[in-house]
């Protein structure tokens, strides 16, 4: 039943499910936080009553996404923390050729 | 010029007299004797000596003087301001005002921050009466009034320690 477009399609959003899941690891990693990455949703907010990140947290983030994938978030990419799809499309837009 | 002045040093180098034109730190807790191979706002490399009368051996510890971890924490915490102070400077050089003066709402010690965050510090040696400390720091990533910045002490060819300070703007 599976046409060759759906399971590219497949493919594709587990490597994106993959690379999420991944970057979760790394920021509870770093920033040494009480959860594990499955409890971590796709969209929710890193600060707040989200992922409950501080400011200080937050240049930890900038760090770690630096040293981790060589992408350099600025004062004018603060929208790169609403979440982390938000977080990996940004990533994903500076790396991508 | 009046006394209280500072200016950029063109040579990167700061004697204990300009730094205390550039920190509002004073004894016991100003922890930092000079300073050298400044580049504003990037880098710079600097010099605590330890001496016995530090006011700290005397209950740290009565029997056996050892500099506590967290006062290497401090002078590496002080040159770093050390660094941001002479990026102000140069800011002022550009500016054509060529010095900050204590005297003056531009008093250079009024922008000295915070300390926010201690990340991954590890100390590796002892540090006692005799040795001198030679700090060490990098700036690195910033994100609005933070900063991240990357230290060390060493005494001789041995590492005491390092890690990583968030350090805030005032």
Redesign the interface.
């Known amino acids: 039943m599976t046409n060759p477009t759906s399971a590219s399609v497949r493919v594709q959003a587990q490597e994106r499910f993959d690379r999420n899941l991944k970057l979760k690891e790394l920021i509870i990693d770093r920033l040494s936080l009480d959860r594990t990455p499955e409890v971590v949703s796709d969209n929710q907010p890193l600060f707040g009553r989200g992922l409950e990140l501080d400011?200080?947290d937050?240049?930890?983030l900038?760090?770690t996404v630096?040293n981790e994938f060589g992408v350099?978030?600025?004062?004018d990419d603060t929208a790169a923390f609403n979440s982390i799809n938000a977080m990996m499309d940004f990533i994903e837009s500076r790396t991508t050729v | 010029m009046s006394a209280a002045a500072v200016r950029l040093s063109s040579d990167g180098r700061y004697d204990s007299d300009a730094i205390k034109r550039m920190l509002p730190h004073r004894w016991p807790m100003l922890m930092i004797d000079r300073a050298y191979d400044v580049e504003p706002g990037k880098f710079g490399r600097g010099i605590k000596c330890v001496t016995v009368n530090e006011p700290f051996f005397a209950g740290h510890y009565p029997d056996q003087s050892i500099m506590p971890g967290v006062m290497i924490i401090e002078a590496m915490a002080q040159l770093v301001a050390v660094v941001y102070v002479a990026e102000a400077l140069q800011s002022a050089d550009a500016e054509q005002f060529g010095e900050l003066d204590a005297d003056t709402a531009r008093d250079p010690r009024a922008g000295v921050g915070y300390l926010g965050a201690v990340r991954q510090m590890k100390f590796s040696r002892l540090v006692v009466p005799g040795d001198q400390l030679v700090l060490e720091a990098r700036m690195g990533s910033r994100l609005g009034g933070l900063r991240s910045v990357n230290v060390s002490a060493s005494v001789g060819s041995e590492r005491a320690a390092a890690g990583t300070l968030t350090v805030s703007e005032r």
């Open positions: 400011s200080l937050t240049l930890e900038v760090v630096n350099a978030i600025t004062d």
